[in-house]
């Protein structure tokens, strides 16, 4: 074997990255990380509303690094049509966290666990007309080792508590649960009621302190925002702190990498960046781990061309970039108006700080003659209902500069009148929202490729995303936010609403990259080992075919953590 540079490259450093170096610095392989973005620590992350809100401070400009979106539209004959938008006109962010740590660092950290239904969504439901729907090559037992690892090494709080949809589990949660709002025993109360299952949300927040983290401090900033105690389980936090401080791993933060090069035999020859300065580098390694999230991680693999794969890198099955994920589902609100409470319950609703921490999962699975999805005959998969407050003030303001009463309905609010607009907002009510989550299924009109026109400032292509959903992924996410409704009614809420959208969550992505057993439709084996390339491996997100009805972020750190040992026995063998 010719002589390389180290054992393991990493391209990203965030959930899907952030596994492997960490599990290959201890063996004792030599690992390079190379992220685009710079390496920011909890001293760079502070509760600062306008860095966040307005200023989208920790991606880049769009002006230098951006997408192409394609939307479906329809031309006066009612004919549809699909047309790309460039983000730096259209202003819509595609980056989640361009950081070592990736977008870890800004989770919220809902750690819930995939059930054993999500690994075989064909063989429970059957076919949908128009829904690429596969069968994962693994089962749930498999993976349940690497969930309660990812408990263990990354740091979740919670607690379990049996219900109708409880996955089976090898270990109780490593750290109690995170401190709760008083609304938390409010829904447990109106969930009993109405033979609704609350649950305790489990948090990749640490409780108490460990593993040289300090605890969580309930600045009440969680969701987008880097965490200064580094109590969250961010890759960086968590994992990539403690892979450096073994010797055996490096991050080279600002490194921006373009191209995998092949040889004429189609072997991997190393990998090009260009540096902080703009300057380009390579370097080559025996393994190599691209993990940049999904949209990403399929744009490099299709800019990286060569005399073997003139379509793109392990992609000569035409797969790399095809059925792409994105989360289903939709969101809802109620009002708790302050003047039809008590003072103990007004009290208690101001308090800041603490989570919620209550689910349902009482319909991830559906089982209803009432339900009219399509193909379901009253029986689907469904999903998950989270409750959150919006904390974040600014947010919060910044609707009410308009006039909502008969008077000055949607007239823009000056002087005095915005000031009781706005003392309004904030002194009479508050409100509890929901997230559905549900399965966003593979379709044929959502995935990524390269786009003709439009290069970032490198001057290299930026991906092209078709954002197509199925009309099944709407049913279901009205179904369960119907069911949230009621629960917000039990507990005296006004204003109740709810929407379901075909609009993507854009930091819920996954596919692109799908594993399976078949070459001709999957890109990667069961060990996310391309079919084509035998030293490469993706460990993000885009390893899914099926998303399934929960947060990511979990299953991607907890699959990466499976890969990883699968890679250090080929390194083993490799060097033995």
Request: charged share 20%; hydrophobic share 35%; proline share 4%.
């Amino acid at each position: 074997m010719k002589k390389v540079d180290y054992d393991i490259c990493l391209v990203g450093s965030g959930a899907g990255a952030s596994p492997v170096a960490y599990t290959l610095a201890k063996a004792g392989a030599k690992v390079l990380v190379l992220e685009k973005g710079p390496w920011l620590t909890e001293k760079e992350f502070f509760k600062d509303e306008l860095t966040i809100s307005i200023h989208d401070a920790y991606n880049p400009k769009l002006t230098d690094e951006q997408h192409v979106i394609e939307e479906e539209y329809q031309d006066e004959e009612g004919k549809s049509f699909w047309q790309g938008e460039a983000t730096s006109e259209s202003g819509w962010t595609w980056w989640n966290g361009s950081v070592v740590g990736g977008s870890s660092n800004f989770m919220s950290g809902y750690f819930h666990r995939l059930k054993p239904i999500d690994f075989r969504l064909k063989t429970e439901f059957g076919a949908i007309s128009g829904a690429n729907i596969a069968d994962w090559p693994i089962s749930y037992d498999e993976l349940e080792p690497y969930y309660a690892m990812v408990e263990r090494e990354v740091g979740v709080s919670g607690r379990v508590v049996e219900h109708p949809h409880q996955e089976p589990r090898s270990s109780s949660f490593p750290y109690p649960p995170v401190a709760e709002l008083p609304i938390s025993s409010w829904i447990d109360k109106a969930a009993t009621r109405m033979g609704y299952h609350a649950i305790p949300v489990p948090r990749a927040i640490l409780s108490q302190p460990a593993m040289g983290r300090r605890s969580c401090e309930y600045s009440g900033y969680c969701s987008s925002y880097g965490c200064a105690s580094g109590a969250k389980g961010s890759g960086r936090a968590a994992l990539l702190n403690h892979a450096v401080a073994t010797g055996n791993c490096t991050i080279r933060a600002n490194s921006k990498v373009h191209k995998i090069a092949t040889d004429s035999q189609g072997d991997i020859s190393g990998v090009h960046y260009y540096d902080s300065v703009g300057r380009k580098k390579s370097v080559s390694a025996k393994i190599y781990v691209i993990a940049c999230q999904a949209v990403e991680t399929s744009r490099l693999l299709l800019s990286s061309t060569g005399e073997k794969f003139p379509h793109g890198l392990a992609n000569n099955s035409g797969q790399v970039g095809k059925n792409l994920l994105f989360s289903g589902g939709g969101t809802g609100r109620g009002d708790f108006i302050f003047d039809e409470l008590n003072n103990k319950q007004v009290n208690e609703l101001k308090h800041v700080g603490p989570f919620i921490n209550r689910a349902l999962q009482d319909w991830y699975t559906i089982s209803d003659k009432n339900f009219t999805g399509t193909n379901s005959n009253g029986q689907a998969k469904g999903g998950t209902i989270d409750f959150l407050f919006h904390q974040n003030p600014i947010a919060r303001a910044s609707g009410t500069q308009w006039g909502l009463d008969e008077q000055d309905n949607g007239k823009l609010l000056w002087g005095d009148a915005l000031k009781q607009s706005m003392k309004n907002e904030f002194t009479t009510y508050k409100t509890l929202r929901f997230e559905v989550f549900n399965d966003w299924l593979p379709t044929d009109n959502c995935f990524v490729t390269l786009d003709d026109e439009v290069t970032d400032k490198w001057g290299d292509p930026v991906a092209k995303v078709r954002i197509g959903y199925h009309e099944h992924d709407l049913e279901v996410g009205a179904y369960l936010s119907q069911k949230a409704e009621k629960l917000l009614e039990a507990l005296g809420a006004k204003n109740i609403s709810s929407s379901v959208s075909g609009y993507p969550a854009t930091n819920l992505m996954a596919g692109g990259c799908r594993f399976g057993h078949d070459p001709k439709t999957s890109v990667l084996n069961k060990h996310c080992q391309a079919h084509q390339v035998e030293n490469l491996y993706v460990t993000d997100g885009s390893f899914m075919p099926t998303g399934g009805s929960v947060p990511y972020t979990f299953t991607i750190y907890a699959n990466a953590f499976r890969v990883a040992e699968h890679i250090k026995q080929k390194w083993r063998k490799m060097i033995s």
